[in-house]
């Protein structure tokens, strides 16, 4: 898909991944409406590209819709969905304090694989809307849009203490091929990207020599990912109509250990 003039949404778009992508998209052409917590970075992002901003908790579902059709209105459609908003927590199946909570469990799960589900499931309905980008050829280049989600190499490799984190990501990359035989008469193609450790305003507080050990195992480059690294993947991903129903790892190499 041509990205110069098309219309985009990136949830999570205030701050890392999300931020970069949604940047690099604005870079290219797109128009390019930011979706991020009310108290985040969002509106300065936003206003220093010309985009706008929407204010959402992604686990609010019904206020999800709400404000994905505040964005698509602004915008005038969409074409492109990038969810970078997630997170996790480290607990153990049964520690020494007991059983894993299924509260936690819950929560995890609806923050990432409950929300990205929801968020795709709208986008995928406003996209349905547009004509396809080339109608003269629509087996081969009519598409009406590309969601992009984010899934993580915790998915394939989960360590331990981060069963719901593993869970939902394992979701995320579950959807794919599924959701993408589901659109793919429309012309809407869906992949997931599952990054390794990357730089987010959480592992700036981890020590250099912290770095080191977490990145030891990958194969090349030994640092963690940097946010453009991913946006570089979103963008090819939407520039290439042949990706389609894959988790795509972003990792370097890398396998997690157990721990």
Known sequence: MEIKGKKAVV???????????AELLAARGAEVAVLDRPESAGAEVAAAFGGSFHPVD???????????????????????SITTAGGGTVKRTLGRGGPHDLETFRRVLDLNAV????????????????????????????????????????AFEGQVGQVAYSAA??????????????LGSLGIRVLAIAPSLFETGATDRIPAETRAAL?????????????????KLALAVVDNPMLNGQCLRLDAGQRFGPK
């Open 169 to 182: 990501k394992a979701a995320i990359a579950g959807m794919c091929l599924t959701m993408a035989r589901d």
């Open 11 to 21: 949830f999570g778009g205030a701050s890392g991944m999300g931020r970069a992508s």
């Open 58 to 80: 992604v686990t609010d579902f019904e206020a999800t819709e709400g404000a994905l059709d505040a964005a698509v209105d602004a915008l005038g459609g969409l074409h492109v």
């Open 115 to 154: 929300a990205t589900f929801n968020i795709s499931r709208l986008a995928a309905a406003h996209m349905s809307r547009n004509e396809p980008e080339d109608p003269e050829d629509p087996e081969t280049t009519g598409e009406r849009g590309v969601i992009i989600t984010t899934s993580s190499i915790a």
């Open 215 to 231: 990145v030891k195992g990958a194969a090349f480059p030994r640092r963690l990912g940097r946010p453009e690294e991913y946006a």
